[in-house]
């Protein structure tokens, strides 16, 4: 696949202007690596000013993103070390080359990943939504690996239960008749623009204009970017039949829960449960912000990580 970061082009420079700053650019790097046989993308971020409280973060993004779903989190970061893989099968990165891409898969691949990259148990680990479920399965089932655990947006609660149940079974089927239909066709419908927008529409919560149009922009550019219909499947039913809270009482490290007060995905109360479950959570919730965090509201959420790794420092 060829790995492109329009963000750093003149073209999504262009229609970015205002929402990353005049650093970000200076901090990136592109590179490869083969983890289990398949060619996986990743970008590192490199610290401004490196100084005593400068950590590494490994960063998975959320079902259907990338790495530049996160990166106005880690723009804001910028005394730290970011580093963000486009998972396999997503973005740039190509799909697992044998198995299904499970929750359990993702977790194998973060192994492989960091013992490519050689990353040590001081390395912090952060997932956001579907990547809070893989990161809190890899650290649970991973002791000692890294350390802390942030996790933004947080699953906290079945997706296939509750009052959300039955939208989520409808979501399954939609994924299910599209991996059915003629390739054409069935990728037609699952990067209909007309759907994109409609997901976009209902999980921004902003007033601001020009930060919906941005917010808009980055769905249309990126959530298509799926290397194929079979392990988008795989994946989708991943995402929707596991949760942090199935492995919450096995999390013996400082978790940060970061939470949206609007968040109707990963509602308020369910984050509320989840941190009850933790053995050592805090639990920071963003007012007015619902599932885009990482678009809407950067700046708090930053520093709720800062503050985080200063109180739990290697």
Do not use: C
């Not at 200076?26 to 971020?45: E, F, I, K, L, P």
């Not at 039955?166 to 399954?172: G, H, S």
């Amino acid at each position: 696949m060829e790995k492109v970061d329009t963000a750093h082009t003149p073209e999504g420079a262009q229609a970015q202007v205002g929402f990353f700053s005049k650093t970000l650019a200076g901090r990136t790097s592109a590179s490869d690596v083969d983890v289990d046989g398949s060619n996986v993308a990743y970008w590192t971020y490199e610290p401004v000013v490196k100084n005593r409280k400068t950590r590494t973060i490994l960063v998975i993004h959320g079902f259907r993103g990338d790495h530049h779903g996160l990166l106005r989190v880690a723009d804001q970061l910028q005394d730290m070390r970011i580093i963000m893989p486009d998972l396999p099968a997503f973005g740039s990165s190509e799909p697992f080359r044998t198995g299904e891409h499970t929750v359990e898969r993702y977790g194998r691949f973060i192994s492989g990943f960091m013992s490519a990259l050689g990353l040590g148990q001081d390395t912090v680990l952060l997932g956001h939504s579907f990547g809070s479920i893989i990161a809190s399965h890899f650290a649970a089932a991973n002791p000692g690996a890294v350390r802390p655990l942030i996790l933004i947006n947080p699953i906290a609660a079945p997706a296939l239960e509750g009052p959300k149940g039955v939208m989520t079974k409808l979501a399954v089927f939609y994924y299910e008749i599209s991996a059915r239909l003629p390739k054409a066709m069935g990728l037609a419908v699952l990067r209909n623009p007309a759907i994109v927008r409609l997901m976009s529409i209902t999980m921004a919560k902003t007033k601001d204009k020009d930060l919906r149009r941005f917010i808009h922009g980055q769905h249309h550019a990126y959530f298509s970017a799926f290397a194929d219909r079979k392990s988008l499947l795989e994946s989708f039913k991943a995402s929707v039949s596991g949760t942090v809270t199935d492995v919450a009482d096995k999390l013996r490290l400082p978790v940060l829960l970061i939470a949206g007060e609007k968040d109707e995905i990963a509602t308020l109360p369910t984050q509320y449960k989840l941190r009850e479950r933790l053995p050592d959570a805090t639990l920071e919730v963003i007012p007015g912000v619902g599932h885009l965090i990482h678009y809407e509201t950067p700046v708090p959420a930053a520093a709720a990580i800062r503050t985080f790794l200063e109180d739990h420092p290697k």
